[in-house]
């Protein structure tokens, strides 16, 4: 047989996108919940719904854990059970009140609450992944489920649409006044500067710590291994055009959540740690405090100079890397 017409390989494309897109529904609970939460600021009716859909969560992801424990996967169970009772507290007025005088939320503001139960139980999934995977069956797994690049690209889509329902669009501001609010602007040429000199920062975040690794550790770790990259391992290789793709994409995705969406509400460290969570696929410890450190780094260029100068910032680190893979 020959190849497909230009035809069937369209509705190939189009059938796999459907399949990729049948796995991440999952995350169409925590998108409505935004929306829902966004409504509960000016509808006591909503309010009410925000406060019963966020419990209903909390019960299904503990009875996953319940689940996890009885089928042999205990430490993952103990690992989901603990992110729900975590989750819980923040239903208590007392606990929110008490974290309030650390990040900067509102304890009566239902949307914040929902913010940071979505965020502990993201944090039980990401962490209860790596506590009981290895990086290759993390990678594997990743690889194994169709069409990695795809799926990859929708969850980056899926965090630029949560960033933006998450400030307000679709329920309480325009298009227009969700940009504003989360800090799409056009950068000035001092904050382009600024950026370019935090990319600088990263590298030297990366060096150093490599250095460290070799000291007490004796060998890098990983860090400065281009060859075995995660990124590029999970997507099966990776080549110039799809390492310029990934780094907009990525870079775009993740600042419009973290540095856009949530550090002006949750501060730089709690960002911090939920933006680890999203990142299981580095295989150890000492390379997601890095990544915490990094994200840190650009928690702090948002206060010093905006989301679009961490935009510009995080995809130029990404392209510089993810093109030394591809190059190597």
Known sequence: MG??????????????????????????PALFLLWLANLSLKDELAKKLTKVTNGILVILWFLVGILAINSGHAQYGVVIITSCVL????????????????????????LHATVIIISMLLFGAGFGVM???????IIDSASSSGNAALGVTIQDLILIIASFIGVGWLSRKSFKAATLRLGLKRPTVK????????VGVLFMVLVSSSVVSRMFVGDDMGILEVEEDPTAAMLGGISI???????????????????????PRLGIIFTSIVFVALHI????????AILFIMSCVYGIERKVAGTIPCIITHVTYDMILLLMVATA
């Open 281 to 288: 696929q580095y295989p150890n410890l000492f390379l997601l």
């Open 191 to 198: 904050e382009i500067g600024i950026s370019i000199a935090f």
């Open 87 to 110: 989750a819980s507290v923040f239903f208590v007025k007392f606990f929110r009140q008490a974290i309030s005088r650390l990040i900067p939320i509102n304890p009566d503001n239902w």
């Open 131 to 137: 506590a009981t995977s290895s990086q290759a069956e």
């Open 3 to 28: 190849d497909f017409p230009p035809f069937f390989l369209f509705f190939k494309v189009l059938f796999q996108f459907f399949l990729e897109m049948i796995e991440f529904l999952v995350f169409l």
């Open 241 to 263: 055009v799809t390492a310029i793709f990934f780094a907009l994409l990525a870079g775009i995705s993740e600042e419009l959540l973290f540095r856009g969406a949530m550090q």
